[in-house]
């Protein structure tokens, strides 16, 4: 698969088989992740990667639309480290590069994913923060729902010539 085939077929996936997914394959994901650019170069983050039953389907219940999670082997919330950068646009930003990042690797390994928001919820930034017990430094942007995919998806075209300005 190359970069634009992953880039145009990758589709959120919602619904997983029991498969588990092996520690090899996590890695290969979490480096995605910290090879997305990161504004000044920082690698302002941290990558809690979660694979307790228990812990997901409590996830599943906390996020309003992470009901997903309760079939998922494998989640990953992409957090912004302010002890490396006080900048929230940064952080944010930073963390969504990763994050798409992770997405297209999953895709490309086979596994199916999604991006659950967190940022800028504030919410449910506090929630997910206070039930994973995650250090005040750190700020949790997204939260990715990722597993082998139990369904299809159709590619609908999104390519529209008037969302561009010619200049
Ligand atoms: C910032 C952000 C937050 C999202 N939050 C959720 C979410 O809470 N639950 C969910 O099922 N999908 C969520 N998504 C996935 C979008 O619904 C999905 O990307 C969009 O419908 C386009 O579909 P596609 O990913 O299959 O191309 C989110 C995506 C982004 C970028």
């Known amino acids: 698969m190359n970069t634009i085939e992953a ?6 996936i919602r619904k997983y088989t029991d498969k588990p997914v092996d520690k090899e394959v996590i890695l290969q994901l ?5 090879y997305a650019p990161t504004a000044r170069n920082s690698c302002a983050w941290q990558f809690v990667v979660i694979q307790k039953r228990e812990i997901l389907d409590h996830l599943s219940q ?18 912004g ?17 990763a994050t ?7 895709h490309e390994l086979g596994l ?7 940022y800028p919820r504030t919410d ?7 039930f994973l017990q995650l250090p005040d430094h750190l700020m949790p942007v997204s939260l990715i729902s990722i597993g082998y995919s ?3 998806r159709p590619f609908p075209e999104r390519f529209e010539l008037g969302k561009i300005i010619w200049k």
């Open 30 to 34: 979490l480096k995605a992740g910290m």
């Open 7 to 12: 880039i145009l077929n990758r589709r959120s």
């Open 62 to 79: 906390l996020h309003p639309y992470g009901k997903m999670l309760n079939q998922a082997p494998l989640a990953i919330v992409v957090c």
């Open 100 to 106: 798409q990042n992770i997405l297209l690797a999953a």
């Open 124 to 130: 449910r930034m506090k929630d997910i923060s206070e």
């Open 112 to 118: 199916g994913s999604v991006w659950l928001g967190l």
């Open 81 to 97: 480290d302010r002890n490396i950068d006080k900048e929230e646009g940064y952080l944010t930003i930073n963390c969504a590069a």
């Open 150 to 152: 139990a369904e299809q």
